[in-house]
């Protein structure tokens, strides 16, 4: 073999290599930093412009979505009808993100989050029991706020359901 055809080879050798490392690379873990006043939320298009509030999703195709109201974030989920490999919550005394099912939720109606859903995460109990007193409000599990039907047609924008022995 010429000189020049081993070059050529080995060209398209590395080219294939380069081409299997980018297409077979793990996809980023984790959440994407926010960029205030200019992300907007996946669902309700609003600037992402408080923090303390927010939540993102890692879908099954990689594609981060980030929200600014739990309440949008929880919307997005029962809406997605599949999977969904990472979701995340931020912390709402600004500790960060932490995962939602880690993350230890208050439900307080009186606080005004950006969508007014009036639900903060924080990575530490004893904050959110503190902030659930301070506030009037709830400590409440992921799964709680998934089974609350007023709570999920107000996240869904529809009308809440009538309570029993109201008709």
Same mark, same amino acid.
């Given at each position: 073999?010429?000189a020049g055809r081993?070059?050529?080879f080995a060209?398209?050798?590395?080219?294939?290599?380069?081409?299997?490392?980018?297409?077979?690379?793990?996809?980023?873990?984790g959440?994407?930093?926010?960029?205030?006043g200019?992300?907007t939320c996946?669902?309700?298009?609003?600037?992402?412009?408080q923090?303390?509030f927010?939540?993102?999703?890692?879908d099954?195709?990689g594609v981060?979505r980030?929200?600014?109201?739990l309440?949008?974030?929880v919307?997005?989920?029962?809406e997605?009808?599949?999977?969904i490999?990472e979701v995340?919550?931020?912390?709402?005394? =600004?500790?960060? $993100? &932490?995962p939602l099912? *880690?993350a230890?939720l208050?439900r +307080?109606p009186g606080v /005004?989050t950006?969508? =007014?859903h009036g $639900? &903060?995460?924080f990575? *530490?109990p004893?904050?959110?029991? +503190?902030?659930?007193r /301070?506030?009037?409000?709830?400590r409440v599990?992921?799964?709680?706020?998934?089974?609350?039907?007023r709570f999920?047609a107000r996240? /869904?924008?529809r009308?809440a359901?009538m309570?029993?022995g109201?008709?």
């Amino acid at each position: 073999m010429s000189a020049g055809r081993r070059i050529a080879f080995a060209g398209a050798g590395a080219l294939g290599v380069l081409i299997a490392a980018v297409v077979l690379w793990p996809a980023p873990a984790g959440p994407e930093p926010i960029v205030w006043g200019r992300d907007t939320c996946a669902r309700c298009r609003m600037h992402l412009s408080q923090p303390g509030f927010s939540g993102q999703l890692r879908d099954a195709d990689g594609v981060v979505r980030k929200f600014d109201d739990l309440g949008c974030l929880v919307g997005a989920i029962v809406e997605t009808h599949a999977a969904i490999p990472e979701v995340w919550v931020e912390d709402h005394e =600004g500790g960060g $993100v &932490v995962p939602l099912l *880690s993350a230890h939720l208050v439900r +307080a109606p009186g606080v /005004a989050t950006p969508m =007014g859903h009036g $639900v &903060v995460a924080f990575s *530490s109990p004893d904050a959110a029991e +503190a902030f659930a007193r /301070a506030n009037r409000g709830e400590r409440v599990a992921f799964e709680t706020l998934l089974r609350d039907g007023r709570f999920l047609a107000r996240v /869904a924008g529809r009308p809440a359901p009538m309570a029993e022995g109201s008709r």
